[in-house]
C-alpha cells in the first residue's frame, strides 16, 4: 500500500540555521509532490509543488528537492525565523486515483531566538 | 476577505444529534472538497466535487451527506453524530480537479459527547 512518512518528531533548530525536513514515500511514482504550512487551529497553506521532473524548487527562502530514485522529497527553509514555526505537511497524489492527494502527518518544526 | 470560509469554527453536539458545516469560496475554483484530520493529524479526502457535481465520494459513512447548492459552496451535513466523528473537519478548493495548490478554510473542530 502506498505510505508517506514525516519526521513525528519536532524539529528544533537555532533562529538564522536552515532546516531540513523530510518526507518519504512507497510504493510509488509520484507526478508531483506539494507542502503545505500548517499553524494550530488553522487550515493548511500552500507552500510549493515540484513535479516529477523537476529535481529542485525554491521561492525565496524555501528550496524544495525531490529524489524520484530514493523516494524522497526534502523542504529547506534557510536563514530560519521563530515565525517559521509551525508543522510542515507532505502531499501526493494517490496511488489509486490522482484526483485524490495523500497527505503526511507532518513535521514540527521549532525555530527559537 | 478570506478565501475559503468555513462555518462553524466551533462545533459542541450530543450523540446522536444532526448538524451541518458550511463552506463557501470567493476564489472562482471550480472544485471544492472535504477532508478530516483526525487526532493523529493525517488530513483525509471524504468528497470532492467539481462544478456542483460530486467526483469522489471516498469511503465515508452514508451519514455525512455533502451538499454544493454552486460551484462556490460546499456544505457537509451529518446525521446521527457518533463519538468517532469527532475531528477538524476542513473545507478546501482548488482551481481544477487535479489537486494541485489546494486552498484551505480554517476548519471546524466538532466535538461529538
Known amino acids: 500500500s502506498q505510505k508517506i512518512e514525516q519526521n513525528s518528531e519536532a524539529l528544533n533548530i537555532q533562529e538564522g540555521k536552515t532546516a531540513t525536513l523530510t518526507c518519504n514515500y512507497t510504493?510509488?511514482?509520484?507526478?508531483?509532490l506539494q507542502w503545505y504550512r500548517q499553524d494550530p487551529g488553522r487550515g493548511p497553506v500552500f507552500l510549493l509543488l515540484i513535479r516529477e521532473n523537476e529535481k529542485e524548487k525554491r521561492k525565496e527562502r524555501l528550496k524544495v528537492t525531490f529524489d524520484t530514485t530514493l523516494k524522497q522529497s526534502l523542504f529547506h527553509i534557510t536563514a530560519s525565523q521563530p515565525a517559521d514555526s509551525a508543522t510542515y505537511l507532505c502531499?501526493?497524489?494517490?496511488?489509486?486515483?490522482?484526483?485524490?492527494?495523500?497527505f503526511g502527518s507532518g513535521t514540527r518544526l521549532l525555530v527559537r531566538p | 476577505d478570506t478565501a475559503v470560509s468555513q462555518t462553524p469554527k466551533y462545533l459542541v453536539t450530543q450523540m446522536g444529534n444532526d448538524k451541518s458545516i458550511k463552506c463557501e469560496q470567493n476564489l472562482g475554483h471550480d472544485t471544492m472538497y472535504w477532508y478530516k484530520q483526525d487526532s493523529k493529524k493525517f488530513l483525509k479526502i471524504m468528497f470532492s466535487y467539481n462544478n456542483k457535481e460530486l467526483i469522489i465520494n471516498e469511503t465515508v459513512p452514508n451519514r455525512f451527506s455533502p451538499k454544493s447548492p454552486d460551484k462556490a459552496h460546499l456544505n457537509l451535513h451529518i446525521n446521527s453524530l457518533e463519538l468517532g466523528d469527532s475531528a477538524v473537519y476542513f473545507c478546501?478548493?482548488?482551481?481544477?480537479?487535479?489537486?494541485?495548490?489546494?486552498?484551505f478554510g480554517s476548519g471546524t473542530q466538532l466535538s461529538v459527547l
Open positions: 502531499a501526493l497524489p494517490r496511488m489509486d486515483s490522482s484526483y485524490k492527494l495523500i
Open positions: 478546501a478548493s482548488s482551481r481544477a480537479t487535479t489537486n494541485e495548490k489546494l486552498f
Open positions: 510504493n510509488y511514482s509520484p507526478a508531483y
